[in-house]
């Protein structure tokens, strides 16, 4: 049953405080329940900064080079249903006044029907892609998969039949809390397969990097030097800050576009 929007508004107050929440998964109880009610199921992975490929990746020919965005346009083109939100609950909430509140996420298959169409609007796939290329201006991130939160929140009926596609920053990423989760929960959301973040020694130690940039708080200083952790999702955004571009990507697996894809696949139903 589609949410009401008084049921809307009631998240948007109750979000702020969503780490709080994050730390009761550490509870076992608890943390059980909030993974059956809330994150059963669930695969997410955040893309890659199409821009850190083309920048750091020499060793590829034009021909051959493979962008994060084409798992994007990949499912744009496969599903039948596209819904774009009025808004981003998240930023909206957070009252975010660094990135468009107005570019909500990107819904696809037919789970999208039982959404309220007060929330957003039923769209073409060229409105679709057109969206995600403002997102990419507004220097949003994306993240793509199956997320039962969604599907709770927004009241759809079947959830392997919703694939989320979010556009984030770093002020409101509802996954900026996977440090705080129980680590079972966190792993739901991780990087493209084969990919890694690495400092190289042009690092200074300016901190750039650890100014509000990472959405999982995987960066900081030790020893005046960028430090990145396990938690590093491989987004990108540090790579592109960086004023000694002293970070860099390792793509580790060349097929990580393909099996991005694959695991995709596998949990959502777009037919």
Known sequence: MARPLWFVKLLKKVFPGVKNIAKLTRFPILGKL???LLFEGDEIIYLTQDSVIQINQEIMSPEDLVLPSQVL??????????FIMNFCICRASMKCQNYPIDLGCL?????????????GRLVSKKEALEHIRKCDKAGLVHMI??????????????GNKLLSICNCDPCCCLWRISPLL??????????????????????????????????????SLVSKRAQITDECRACGRCIEICPQHAIKLQ??????????????DSIIDLN
């Open 145 to 158: 998969g199956r997320n039962r939160l969604d599907k709770q929140w927004l009241g759809v009926n079947s």
């Open 251 to 264: 793509i580790g697996d060349t097929k990580f576009i393909e099996k991005s894809i694959q695991k995709i």
């Open 34 to 36: 909030f993974e059956i």
């Open 182 to 219: 129980n680590p079972k929960i966190g792993k739901k959301v991780h990087k493209m397969p084969g990919l890694k973040v690495y400092v190289t020694e042009d690092c200074i130690g300016c901190g750039t990097c650890t100014q509000g940039v990472c959405f999982v708080d995987a960066i």
């Open 107 to 119: 819904f696809l298959g037919e789970a999208v029907l039982d959404i309220n169409p007060e929330l």
């Open 73 to 82: 346009e990949y499912f744009i083109e496969k599903a039948k249903y596209h």
